[in-house]
Structure formats: C-alpha cells, structure tokens
C-alpha cells in the first residue's frame, strides 16, 4: 500500500483519476481539506474540516471489461466495511441504498466510486470516502442534509489517522475474496444494515422517478422495489426515504 498526503487538493477522487496511469494498485491518497470535494451527482462534498477523513482508494484489479467484475458493488463493499469500522467505536451504523452512510438517520460517511476506462481495459477504479470525524455541530448545520459526525456521537475527538489505518486494515483484509466472489460474500451483511427495507421509499433514478416498496437486494447488489404489484429491478439511483 502507498499513501499520498496533501494538506490540501481540488478533490482526492480527480487527483486520483487525473494521475492513474501513474499510481500504483492500492495507492491511497488522502488530504485535509479538499477545495472541489465531489458528491454523488456532481453534488459537492463540503470538505474544509481538516480532521475529517477525505479519501481515494486507487484498485487496479487486472480485469478486463467481459469479465464479471463486481464494478458497482465495491462501493457496497466499501459501506459494509464502513459499518464494521463504525461498530468497532460502538457505533450502530444503517445503510441507504446503495452507499449512504448513515446513523440515526443522519449521515456521517459518503462514498464516490469512479472508474476509468481505456477500449476494452479497466485502467483503474477509485474509491472515494468521505467520513465525518471531527465536526461542529454550527458546521453540521451547514450542509444541506441531515448529517452527524463520529466526535458527537462518542463525546470525544477522534484521530483521522488512526480511522484511517483501521479502515484500509478492513477493507483488504477481505478484499480478495470480494474480487473472486463479489456481491455475494457480503449480501447478507448489508441487507443487516439496509435502513430501507420492506418501506415504502422513492427512488430518483436517471431518468425516471419510482415509488414503491424495497422488497429486497438481489445476488447483484440491485434494489428489488415492488410497484403496483410488479418487481422492478434498480440499478443505479439515489434513494429517498
Ligand atoms: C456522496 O455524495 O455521498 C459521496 C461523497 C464522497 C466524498 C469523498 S471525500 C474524498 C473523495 N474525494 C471527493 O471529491 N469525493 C470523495
């Protein structure tokens, strides 16, 4: 593993897709602030707390395209791993469909994965994190969802890096069998911290919007969602409660 530190970048995600060809598997970079933090959406991620944890994971797993590489489940398995690291500073965390990371309805981590693609050939993925460690809550206030941060909840500052080194030590310690199996080896785990199943919710989708209910997730990662007595699969969208 190879970490790279900024005291402050546009955002760790672009820094990482900009300098693919040129970063190793497994590189991590992370900084303290970040001046273009990106969201989920071309939303932004407020990002000007500097012992908050903002990070990209480079993977360059050696994949090409035709094989049944679990692309869209890395981020699930990145929410998983969030949700042990949570549960390690006694903190009950949920998940909302697909990557929110949320605790008591607030959120406190987002994950932005983003891949880069040559012709037939997975050049790299990035897997972007975003954690609320150290906040205010006059600065929580500020974002435009309801948020929390892990300070609050346990009365005490936390260290970033110390949250850090614990995150990676997780995340590939079971790393490999998610490459071989994929989605499967942690459906049930997530479906555990899934917030949204069996309610009614929405889902704001590319290019349409969907109401019903959250039946289920499939061996895919994907939402089942009952509509008018019909199941639907969903693959990508952003999920309302
Ligand atoms: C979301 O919308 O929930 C995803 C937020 C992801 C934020 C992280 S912070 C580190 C990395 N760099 C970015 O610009 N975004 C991700």
Known sequence: MKFLHFTEVDSTNIYALKNIN??????????????????????????????NLYMSVVLKPSYSLEENFPLFNITQYMAVVVCRLLALYQVDASIKWPNDILVNDKKIAGILSETCIQGNELQGMIVGLGVNLNMTNESLSKIDQRAVSLNILLGKSISRDEFLHKLLDLFFFNYNEFLEEGFSCIKDEYKKKAMFLNKHIKINAPSETFYGIAKDIDETGALILETNGRERLINVGDLIC
Do not use: C, H
């Not at 497994?26 to 000007?48: C, E």
């Open 22 to 51: 040129n970063l190793k598997d497994k590189t991590v970079v992370f900084a303290d602030t970040q001046t273009a933090g990106k969201g989920r959406n071309n939303r932004r991620w407020i990002s000007g707390f500097p012992n």
